[in-house]
């Protein structure tokens, strides 16, 4: 009988030292001698004992084709196929193929492959180890699902498709569920190609942010676009949505990226974060440079006041969000970014006070001309600063908007004392022949109106409350002193400014 085999293994071709797949062909002699007795035979080449113990395990358990369910067509003759070859094409015959791109219902199709395999894998296992070669056999099973998911990638044309595909690869590929079926406890299951897993995660990544960065810069200009629909003021008087929506609309688009993305790893996440940053980048560039030339066609109306505040509280919020989530970005396009909103910002408080100061220097100047109540006016200038309701300001806002309070509060003192020397004594004296009391009262009324804009502004009604005393006041060391602690206690008065009030108070610089 041994005879017999070494003449049957002499007509095969000459097996290399590092083949790790031996052909085995399915051949009677391998098992038996011609009268059909089975000897025992062991071969000093382990690829010869190999063969051997591969046709004994076959010869009860039937063909490698009738195990695993072949067709002819797929496999023709048995005898002249490998077992790598055999369980390759079985592994293709079972792969689906990728849906058409417009029916690429992704995680459908993934879920359909991971159970095929399982499937298969199933069937694998019933086969005798001999023939199995569990370790060398698993991976082929690694390669053709790495080329499938290639083939994937190919059609993969949205960000959902993208986070799909990797999550899967990521968590799916590596996952008990995936490998730990109690049915498939060899070890060899459990061990992955991770080189492997490691260049398509770096291939893909590649492919997918390209994609991903065209598709927030799409979201991102269509929110500009919606913008610029509502630049109409009326279009958002009132309406907290339309007030907000800029800068809501664009944080959600990001922030549901980068979430997505860390649930792949954090790694991608960073990738991923920085085209997300480029993308806003441009976007607040776009939107900054539309919002300079909006304001510098706009007349000094209350209109222009709330838009501005829209504009300041946008960039307030978008630089306090760059400012919590982008820390790990590109340092220079941090820092771009910031800078372009704190401009933006700053631009849109001037905006916010020059027409403050517009209109109330036109209410002040008829106030001192033809009389009238300081109420009116501190009423208006209460709706002019504050025309936004209290529930749609942020923690954040709120406290930018003490600091408007604030400048506001300044400006308005200082424009009421210029308005008063600038205004003709004898009309106002007419008037109010006690104006000393009448401006003491009217920084009292001023001071409670910006404390009910912000309770924790601070009191800077001073400088008027002296300046009531120096109008009443007949004795000039008297006025001399209070006019020297006016200047030292309260920064706002401008020596310019003093002298001039003094000048309209009768009192010349001789005297002084």
Known sequence: MFNKIIKKLKKRKTLKKDDKSPILR???????????????????????QNILNAQQALSTNGSLEKVLGHCPEVIPGQSEMTVDSIIEAFAVKHFSKVPKEGDLQLSIHLKDVQDAIICDLLKLVTLPKEVWFL????????????????????HIRTTEQAFTLLDWVVHSYSSQEFKGHP?????????????????????????????????????????????????????YSGNEEAFVALYVDAIQCIDAVRKTALKISSNFKTKVEEVCFHELHNFIKMYTSAEKKYHQKQTQTDKT????????????????????TGKNINKRLYTEIISALESMEASALKVILRTLMHRTEISFKTYFKKGGHMENITTDIKELLDPIPNNWKTQEFYLLFQTVVNKAYESILTLYLKCLVQSNRAHVMKAWPDVGKRVTQDAQLLDDMFQGLNPKVERKNLILRNVGEILECSSIDTVKLITANTLKECPIASVDLIKALLRWRGISGKQL
Do not use: W
């Open 26 to 48: 399915i051949e009677h002699a391998l098992s038996a001698d011609g009268d059909g007795e089975t000897g025992d035979v062991v071969f000093m080449n382990p690829h010869a």
């Open 135 to 154: 370790e060398s056999r698993i991976e082929c099973y690694h390669q053709r699902i790495f080329k499938h998911l290639n083939q994937i990638l190919l």
């Open 183 to 235: 049915n498939l406890k060899d070890e060899a299951l459990q061990k992955q190609d991770l080189m492997l897993l490691s260049n398509y995660l770096t291939h893909a990544t590649e492919k997918v942010l390209p994609i991903i960065q065209e598709e927030i810069s799409t979201s991102l200009t269509r929110i500009l676009q919606n913008e610029e629909c509502s630049r109409d003021i009326e279009s």
């Open 305 to 324: 006041i709330l838009h501005s505040f829209k504009t300041f509280n946008h960039c307030v919020e978008l630089r306090q969000y760059v400012q919590t």
